[in-house]
């Protein structure tokens, strides 16, 4: 079993940043893979970027060269890193877990594939 706690979220100008966290705990962090996606009411899980156990990355077109995905093992943490916000990222943001040690991008953009999820944090960008 893995527990998620996400934070970080709240309110922000256009244009402005934000950094969210994800803090992990129960089984060994490091042989999961991480995501960030997002989801407003009445619409699907959106993937937004993911980090494999070794570190590589993986985002969405829409937030590529904005946003950042990073994870410190030695924390149990996933960190999303949002420059440039855009009233479009307005959002409850949530952070995944599965426990795959792969590489493969159409994978780990699949919500369907994640077996742990936090309870979200909310992201309001204003224009």
């Known amino acids: 079993q893995v527990q998620l706690v996400e934070s970080g979220g709240g309110f922000v100008q256009a244009g402005g940043s934000l950094r969210l966290s994800c803090a992990a705990s129960?089984?060994?962090?490091?042989?999961?893979?991480m995501g960030w996606f997002r989801q407003i009411p009445g619409k699907e899980r959106e993937f937004v970027a993911a980090i494999s156990w070794s570190g590589s990355t993986y985002y969405a077109d829409s937030v590529k060269g904005r946003f950042t995905i990073s994870r410190d093992n030695a924390k149990n943490a996933v960190y999303l890193h949002m420059n440039s916000l855009k009233p479009e990222d307005t959002d409850v943001y949530y952070c995944g877990a599965v426990y795959y040690s792969g590489t493969s991008y159409y994978f780990l953009k699949d919500r369907y594939q994640y077996n742990y999820w936090g309870q979200g944090t909310q992201v309001t960008v204003s224009s």
């Open positions: 129960g089984r060994t962090f490091s042989s999961f893979a």
